[in-house]
Each structure stands twice: as structure tokens, then as C-alpha cells.
């Protein structure tokens, strides 16, 4: 709350959160009814945002879409930040055959499109599933920012102090080396957040992603794309743009704030 930006992207993301939540308990219609009176019907006091040509509620379904590509957002970026963090401070502190195996591996994974290997692996419905094939290509970045910095944090005097008196390795890395990291990871994965949600929503606009009868917010967007009104793919491009927006906002004022290099200090 110390930074406008971070403020603001707090205030936004816990306002989303609010919506997506709470609002079913205000609606008059749930997600997976249908009104058989009203199909591809335009904002009305029945039916607050319209309905698609199936005759069901947008502002239902925009909510039950905001729930779904949140909890596979938030889920594929605290997986690909705590993969990125096993392995990169594995890699720089144990150094030697270890450190080239794994830093090969992130490598490799640096040379293959993503969005191709993704659509090829994603499990189509299955939302779950498609957590960890996101999270599988969202690590090597910060897993190589982690290694330099573990390498550094190695060479530390109460580090060396620490290994000299016979802590074990993965002591000294929890005691010692993962607090100099949190920052870092912090900041990491709520900008991979909006990255998550951006790369599920277009493997749901694609079909490839979370498929009906469940919805995300790339999946309303694909329903309503080349129909003859825009608020049902508006309302959902809408709301996307928004939580992307927040997440970033609080990412950068993360940074802002958990970055001394950034202040000169």
C-alpha cells in the first residue's frame, strides 16, 4: 500500500475477487440455467447483461468464468514459482553436474514454443489438468534469476559460517538463502498470474482449454466472438483485461517496494 500502483492493483484484485464471489448471491440466475424465454435477449432488469443464444445468464456465466480462470491463474503461478525456486536454488547451490543437468532441462524447455506444446498437452475440459501444463512452461526464467542469485548468496560469510559448522545443505538453503529470495518470488508470481490467465484464456477461446459445459473467460469470449450483439464477449473481454490489469499493478508495486536497487538504497 506504500506505492500508488501497488495500492490500486490491491484494491482492484480484492474488488474482483468481491464480484466473482459474492455475486452469484445477488443473482437472480445461476450459470448453468437456462431461460427458455429469452435467448440472445439484450440487458434487461430480468437478465442484467443479456443472454447468450442458449438463454443463458452472461452475468452469471461472467462471474462462473472470472472463478474458474482465477483459481487456474493463481494456481499455475504459485506452482511455477515454487518449481522455478526448487530448481533454480538446487541448481546454484549444489553448482557441479547437478547445476548443467537442470539448467540443460530449463533450456530445452526455453527452445520449444510454448503455446504450441501447451495446446498439444492441454487435457481439454478438465480444468485441473491444465494447471500443471501451464505452470510446466512458466518456470525457466526466474528458476535461472533464482540460481544467480543462489550462487551469490552461497559465497555469503554466514552462509560459509553455516556450511563450515556442519549444517546440511537444505538447512542452510531454508534458513539462509530462501528468506533472500522471497522478494524476488513475491513479485514473480503475481505478474505470472496475469500470464496464467492470458494463456488460459487463449486455449479456451482456441477450444483447447476449459471446454462446456464448465466456462471460463477465453471460452465466453469465443461464444460471443462474430455474434450479432458484443456484450456477451464484451463482458467477459472486459473483466479480463481488468484482472490482468490488477495483477500487474500489484506486481509492480511489489517490486517497488521489495527492490532496494530500485530506490538507490
Given amino acids: 500500500m506504500r506505492t500508488r500502483r501497488g495500492a490500486a492493483g490491491a484494491v482492484l484484485l480484492v474488488l474482483v475477487f468481491l464480484l466473482a464471489f459474492a455475486g452469484p448471491l445477488v443473482s437472480p440466475w445461476g450459470w448453468d440455467e437456462t431461460d427458455f424465454t ?8 430480468r437478465h442484467w447483461l443479456g443472454t447468450t ?6 452475468f452469471a456465466l461472467t462471474l462462473r468464468g472470472a472463478r474458474r480462470s482465477l ?4 494456481l499455475a503461478a504459485v506452482l511455477s514459482t515454487g518449481v522455478a525456486a526448487v530448481i533454480g536454488t538446487a541448481a546454484g547451490f549444489a553448482g557441479g553436474a547437478l547445476d548443467r543437468a537442470l539448467m540443460w532441462g530449463a533450456d530445452l524447455l526455453l527452445v520449444l514454443p ?8 492441454a487435457p481439454g475440459g478438465a480444468w485441473p489438468m491444465l494447471v500443471p501444463v501451464l505452470a510446466a512452461f512458466m518456470w525457466m526464467l526466474t528458476a535461472k534469476v533464482v540460481r544467480a542469485m543462489t550462487r551469490s548468496l552461497r559465497e555469503r560469510e554466514y552462509v560459509l559460517a553455516a556450511r563450515f559448522l556442519g549444517v546440511s545443505g537444505p538447512r542452510v538453503i531454508v534458513r539462509h538463502v530462501s528468506p533472500r529470495l522471497a522478494s524476488l518470488l513475491a513479485v514473480d508470481a503475481s505478474l505470472t498470474v496475469g500470464v496464467a490467465i492470458i494463456a488460459e484464456g487463449g486455449l479456451s477461446y482456441l477450444g483447447l482449454g476449459v471446454r462446456p459445459p464448465d ?3 477465453g471460452t465466453l469470449v469465443a461464444e460471443g466472438h462474430g ?9 467477459a473481454a472486459g473483466l479480463l483485461v481488468l484482472i490482468v490489469l490488477a495483477v500487474n499493478l500489484l506486481g509492480d508495486g511489489l517490486r517497488d517496494v521489495l527492490d532496494p536497487l530500485r530506490d538507490g538504497r
Fill in 215 to 217: 466456462v471460463s473467460l
Fill in 53 to 58: 443464444q442458449s438463454g443463458r445468464d452472461v
Fill in 71 to 74: 483459481a487456474i491463474g493463481l
Fill in 114 to 121: 510454448p503455446f504450441l506444446v501447451v495446446a498439444l498437452l
Fill in 227 to 235: 455474434a450479432a450483439a458484443t456484450w456477451p464477449a464484451g463482458a
Fill in 38 to 45: 429469452a435467448f440472445h435477449q439484450e440487458p434487461s432488469a
